[in-house]
């Protein structure tokens, strides 16, 4: 139940055009629907700004289907993420306005109309990598459905470095940047020893032998001697938009 929703409702009692026995009919979802796998947090928004994202791993497709069908059905929409072929196909077919992202394996319903982008300036994701792109995907997916103004600078490690110098502007025109990076995780020091802006870094599972599954660029950037930098867990593309929507949507 979004706030648009909730005061549209209330404002139909408050004019005598709807009873307020039909509004709790409309409400008796809210806060938490109870479905025989899953209790899906309606009061979400009101409390975090955005609707629970729902993470499709681990689920069945006929599970997703049932959570996402709960959130259109309360808030008019819905983010899912981790969602394979098959569930991004259902998705889709049964929310055909629903727009996914096949590298980023998510699926997102728009409200309709749709949320102004109401961050304060730009979020940057940027890659050290090519491999480094499904992960930055699903980065840039949340940002832009959480109402921020994403752009993604990709492939602009540290092995060649002229490649990231050249996008100086671009960098220091970020309000926060997103810095997705498996192997040694070098760039997120890097970065943040250039930007004054608040760093989120990301580690991935790209790189073979010593990187462990990503556990290598983890301890780098916990360890990295640049002031401003924060990590997230490794792969968690999800979890640094959101934490970078947040800081792009303090109170100046």
């Known amino acids: 139940m979004t706030k648009r929703r909730l005061s549209e409702l209330?404002?139909?009692?408050a004019a005598g055009t709807l009873t307020p026995d039909a509004a709790l009919e409309r409400l008796r979802h809210f806060p938490v629907e109870e479905l025989s796998y899953a209790n899906v947090d309606h009061l979400r928004p009101l409390t975090q700004g955005f609707s629970e994202?729902?993470?499709?791993?681990?689920?069945?497709?006929?599970?997703v289907l049932g959570i996402c069908e709960s959130l259109e059905s309360s808030g008019?929409?819905?983010?899912?993420?981790?969602?394979?072929?098959?569930m991004r196909r259902a998705l889709?077919?049964?929310?055909?306005r629903a727009e996914a992202n096949a590298l980023g394996r998510t699926v997102y319903l728009a409200p309709d109309p749709p949320n102004p982008v109401t961050g304060k300036g730009t979020v940057l994701v940027v890659t050290a990598g090519t491999s480094d792109l499904p992960v930055a995907e699903e980065a840039v997916a949340v940002g832009r459905a959480m109402g921020n103004h994403v752009?993604?600078?990709?492939?602009?490690?540290?092995?060649g470095i002229h490649r990231l110098l050249k996008h100086s502007e671009l960098l220091n025109q970020a309000s926060v940047l997103i810095v997705v990076a498996g192997m040694d995780g070098a760039l997120a020091s890097v970065i943040g020893g250039v930007v004054g802006v608040p760093v989120v870094a990301?580690?991935?599972?790209?790189?073979?032998g010593a990187s462990f599954g990503g556990v290598s660029a983890l301890v780098a950037m916990l360890n990295s001697c640049a002031s401003g930098v924060v990590v997230v867990n490794i792969d968690n593309g999800c979890g640094a938009a959101v934490a970078a929507s947040r800081i792009n949507h303090l109170p100046s």
Do not use: M, N, Y
């Not at 990301?202 to 073979?208: A, F, I, L, Q, R």
């Open 10 to 13: 209330l404002a139909e009692v």
């Open 53 to 63: 994202v729902v993470l499709c791993e681990g689920k069945t497709t006929e599970q």
């Open 76 to 86: 008019g929409a819905f983010l899912a993420t981790r969602a394979d072929d098959q």
């Open 92 to 96: 889709t077919e049964r929310f055909p």
């Open 151 to 159: 752009e993604l600078l990709a492939d602009v490690g540290v092995a």
């Open 202 to 208: 990301v580690p991935t599972s790209v790189g073979d």
